[in-house]
């Protein structure tokens, strides 16, 4: 796994992992609001959110566009509080980035029945800072900087994500159900890629999400195809099985 002991690298991987936060902006009245949202990220690793102008979260960013984004990754633990959990502070700016929306709706697909409607928007998180809870003792504020990847060398790789996506979900199938059951332990025969980023693939199955970590940075289609030969090869060998994949409940 990619810098593996680095909080930065555990905070990025929480946020990527999720589908969803908790979004805490500021109303009129000055009052906190919370609600959830659904999420998807940018290559370097910041949220993207797709926002209608008629929620009342929205309405609040118009006065004040700082937020909170509360990614939860203590589901399923006997102790929650032994999980790890991540708040992400910045401010929700509206993207106009083919790849923001190509990237969001490739993992949320039922939001293309609404997301070309008029009130409907793109929004990329600025991140300034983060708060990062990674069970008892391990609680440190982090720097966009400890969190984000440089963004200048994932071009090519952005290029050519969704003709990747396109071939491996219609060309690779069986691929991906040995990555969902082998790898992550997951049952279902209808899982599909929902995202490729520098550090990992995101899978989704209805209402389930995980994800596959790759063995080292990728940056252009030969990358990841050698990553996702190298993890049909685990999965066709479980026995050599030692992979440090992490499945998540939707």
């Known amino acids: 796994m990619i810098d593996e002991d680095s909080s930065g690298a555990l905070a990025r991987r929480l946020i990527r992992s999720r589908d969803r936060a908790v979004l805490a902006t500021r109303g009129a009245d000055d009052w906190p609001y919370a609600s959830l949202v659904m999420t998807a990220t940018t290559h370097a690793g910041a949220p993207v959110l797709l926002l209608s102008d008629l929620a009342e979260h929205t309405r609040n960013l118009r006065l004040d566009d700082r937020i909170s984004l509360l990614f939860d990754g203590t589901g399923g633990l006997d102790d929650p509080l032994t999980g790890a959990r991540v ?55 982090l720097s966009a900087a400890d969190i984000l990847l440089d963004g200048d060398s994932h071009n090519d790789l952005m290029a050519t994500e969704e003709d990747i996506l396109s071939h491996m979900n219609a060309d690779h199938h069986d691929a991906i159900q040995l990555y969902a059951t082998a790898l992550l332990g997951f049952s279902g025969s209808d899982w599909r890629l929902s995202g490729i980023d520098p550090e990992g693939a995101d899978l989704a199955h209805k209402g389930l999400v995980s994800r596959v970590e790759f063995s080292e940075r990728v940056q252009n289609a030969d990358d990841v195809r050698r990553e996702f030969v190298r993890l049909a090869e685990m999965a066709r060998n479980p026995a050599k099985n030692n992979f440090p994949g992490q499945g998540v409940d939707g």
């Open 87 to 141: 708040s992400v502070q910045g401010r929700a700016i509206r993207s106009a980035s083919p790849h923001d929306r190509s990237r969001f709706l490739a993992r949320h697909a039922s939001a293309r029945d609404y997301a070309d409607f008029g009130d409907f928007n793109i929004f990329e998180i600025a991140v300034d800072r983060a708060h990062l809870v990674a069970g008892f003792g391990k609680i440190e504020w």
